[in-house]
């Protein structure tokens, strides 16, 4: 470290520094490590464009905190990924290896190879606190991203699915900073002063700027034709934050903080919307700084940085010795204003090869020149043409035999990859955040260039999307795309998927038999026929499918909860819980288990135990709708109508439509004595759906009490036409008929 590239003030830093190195190259007592050492901060920000930071020089955008970082520290003018996909590229961050090397190629079929060190294990092992908090589920433990981390919350709550599983998929910025903040306050006023005094390593994954763009609603005001920079600057408040409450606990000078990405957006580029098929530096070209301790001020590096340099680097400057035979290597000197030279950058893509059966992407880029190995080979000069619009393979043919040659030789170096089959939920999770792969892998090779096919890729990634909003739109658009190709597996799926959310089950049920018959169904399609079959009638072939599924995939929770959804369905209530505790056994804190059992317990008059199954819910995820509403339900049964009343108004507010919670609340109005509020409430939710015997009674009944006999008596016969055998609602349909409203007195 040289003394002259630090700013004023840094003299105690190097002093904490140096004692830390000197630490390290004694004899280890490797878990005894003074507190000097300093802590660690890796922030990943998934989806972030390197040109929509201010500091890199976007305009228009809103991104102090990283401006702030890149002031006070370095930051990379160039930094390159090496996989334009979640699981992949953070592997590579990770362990300091290119995907050749760890194996991770795709999101979701992949486990990163337990025994390969990553920064976790490295930092732990040196006696380091370490913690990873996540905000995607593609970084969910189950793919081995958890190894090394004495806590990983991956909990991330309830969200929408394709298939309206109710399965966690992302988690937003502030409630993982809550989380981060939380531990960090745990650290620092732990009553084991050894264990206070350790330094910590964090990694904070940010998911918000991923498609799709739903920043909030004050991000979206201010960013209404921008969404994707709405995000950024959310998330970059929320970084703000976290470095602030670091500040505030005197931590900061003694945190080196490296802030990077997965990798970026193409936003149209080369015809790509989103990232995943090409590798073009719209989606491997991504911010990197890294300031803190013993890191000097506004310095702009010029060397290329890379994905496994981020280990050899965070591990160098905290003084530790990093794992034989990296990829990587540690930009200390470039950080230290000392020249460096560029080391080519392996990147490939998978996705079409492995999805579709086209060909991979792989290729080479250094500081000047990248080449791509496609059908069509491609080469460009991005100096003079950063968009990689002009293709210079023709002219470059010896550059072009020189770059393949070490693309050659960097794949040779390959190692068997740790891979397991994708189970049901992962597939629907993955669905949900619009991935088009990551299902059963292609069962074909068409060779296909990924250049030639990705309108097609557009198209599918739409009605993907599209199946959550508008599942008739988007089933003709995946009928248009398998008459183009029939052998496109994902589409065909997700048809499938689309016809059963308008209720054609009949043609769900085709799509998922012509997968069956050519041995190309998933669990997950199988269970989707499940419950296909179930909304026909046909019972026993819908478990017969169910359990196929079940054999296909037996450790899967989603497995079980369709089961258990079955059950609850049929009215097995027996069946329904034994499903839900497996799927506890298999998924801990699982909150549809939780929630499931929270309702069987309420059906059989258990307040005590429903109330604390729908809390734990709401521990983890506090807007959870149907365990507040559950909550709200135990809070009438014991008498207590205000809060159940209190509880339900925000939940109604925060989901508008939804039918039990509007019911539950036009119920809780009644009985608390407010009939005449409470009848919108009751008419909401059965034009959202919940026309039923009990909440036309709710109706019935209220607007008898508000005085309105002739409304009262048409939704009481409108009961009784669905369920004739109610006598007291028959009584009350008698006297109302029978009887003459008394004359009304002005
Ligand atoms: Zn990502």
Do not use: C
């Not at 589920?137 to 309830?158: H, Q």
């Not at 260039?449 to 599942?471: F, Q, S």
Request: hydrophobic letters at 40%.
């Amino acid at each position: 470290m040289s003394v002259r590239t630090l700013g004023v003030g840094s003299a105690i830093v190097v002093a904490i520094a140096a004692a830390a190195a000197i630490v390290i190259r004694s004899p280890r007592n490797e878990r005894a490590v003074p507190a000097r050492l300093p802590n660690v901060l890796l922030i990943t920000i998934d989806t972030l464009r390197w040109d929509h930071v201010g500091a890199y020089g976007a305009s228009d955008v809103s991104t102090p905190a990283l401006d702030g970082l890149a002031a006070r520290g370095v930051r990379f003018e160039t930094a390159i990924m090496h996989a334009p996909l979640t699981a992949p590229s953070h592997a590579s961050i990770l362990t300091g290896l290119t995907p050749i090397r760890h194996g991770v190629r795709d999101n979701g079929a992949f486990v990163l190879p337990p025994h390969l060190p990553t920064l976790a294990t490295v930092f732990r092992d040196a006696g380091y606190a370490t913690a990873g908090f996540i905000s995607g589920f593609p970084l969910d433990r189950r793919f081995g991203f958890a190894k090394g981390f004495e806590t990983y919350d991956d909990r991330l709550p309830r969200g929408r699915t394709s298939r309206g599983g109710g399965d966690a998929t992302e988690r937003h910025a502030d409630e993982t900073t809550t989380r981060v903040t939380a531990w960090i306050d745990r650290q620092t006023t732990q009553p084991d002063a050894a264990q206070k005094e350790r330094p910590w390593f964090v990694w904070v994954h940010y998911f918000d700027p991923h498609a799709a763009y739903e920043p909030p609603a004050e991000y979206l005001r201010r960013f209404a034709s921008r969404p994707y920079d709405g995000e950024i600057a959310f998330v970059d408040a929320q970084i703000a934050r976290l470095l602030g409450h670091i500040g505030d606990r005197d931590a900061l000078t003694r945190t080196i903080t490296l802030v990077t990405a997965d990798h970026g957006e193409s936003l149209g580029e080369h015809g790509e919307e989103t990232h995943g098929v090409f590798i073009y530096d719209s989606t491997l070209r991504v911010p990197l700084i890294i300031a803190g301790a013993g890191v000097p001020s506004g310095r702009v590096a010029g060397v290329v940085a890379r994905g496994v340099d981020v280990l050899p680097t965070l591990l160098d400057l905290a003084g530790l010795p990093a794992p034989q035979s990296l990829d990587g290597r540690s930009l200390r000197p470039a950080i230290e204003g000392r020249p460096m030279t560029d080391e080519p950058a392996y990147i490939e893509s998978l996705l079409a090869s492995r999805n579709f059966g086209w060909a991979a992407l792989r290729g080479v880029r250094d500081a000047r020149w990248k080449y791509i190995d496609a059908p069509s080979r491609e080469m460009y000069d991005l100096t003079a043409d950063r968009r990689e619009s002009i293709n210079r393979f023709p002219e470059q043919p010896e550059r072009a035999a020189t770059m393949a040659k070490v693309l050659a030789a960097a794949s040779d170096r390959a190692t068997p990859a740790a891979t397991e089959p994708v189970t049901a939920d992962t597939a629907a999770r993955l669905h949900a955040l619009g991935y088009i792969g990551s299902t059963s892998p292609s069962r074909r090779a068409t060779g296909d260039d990924p250049k030639d096919r990705i309108a097609l890729i557009t198209r599918l990634e739409h009605a993907i999307a599209d199946t959550r909003v508008n599942p008739t739109r988007a089933a003709s658009a995946l009928r248009a795309l398998l008459d183009e190709d029939e052998g496109i597996t994902v589409a065909r799926r997700q048809l499938a998927a689309a016809l059963s959310a308008i209720g054609d089950h009949g043609g769900a049920i085709q799509q998922v038999r012509w997968l069956e018959a050519r041995g190309n169904a998933s669990a997950e399609d199988l269970l989707l026929l499940g419950e296909s079959l179930r909304a026909t009638g046909d019972l026993a072939a819908a478990a017969a499918a169910r359990q196929r599924a079940a054999r296909m995939d037996p450790a899967s929770p989603e497995v079980v909860l369709t089961e258990a959804r079955a059950s609850m369905a049929e009215r097995r209530g027996d069946d329904a819980r034994h499903a839900y505790e497996r799927a506890l056994d298999l998924s801990p804190g699982n909150p549809e288990a939780l929630a499931g059992l929270g309702q069987l317990a309420l059906a059989k008059g258990d307040l005590d135990r429903a109330s604390t199954l729908f809390e734990r819910v709401l521990a983890d995820a506090p807007h959870d709708v149907e365990a507040r509403t559950g909550l709200a339900l135990v809070r009438g049964r014991q008498g207590r109508m205000a809060d159940a009343v209190a509880i339900l108004q925000e939940v109604v507010a925060d989901a508008p439509a939804d039918a039990q919670a509007l019911a539950a609340l036009g119920a809780a109005l009644a009985r608390g004595g407010r009939p005449d509020t409470a009848v919108p409430f009751f008419e909401r939710a059965i034009s959202a759906g919940a026309r039923t015997p009990a909440v036309l009674n709710g109706l019935g009944f209220a607007k008898l009490e508000s005085g309105d006999r002739a409304g009262a008596l048409s939704a009481l016969k409108a009961s009784l036409s669905l369920e004739p055998k109610q006598p007291g609602v028959q009584q009350a349909v008698h006297d109302l008929s029978s009887t003459t409203p008394p004359p009304v007195v002005r």
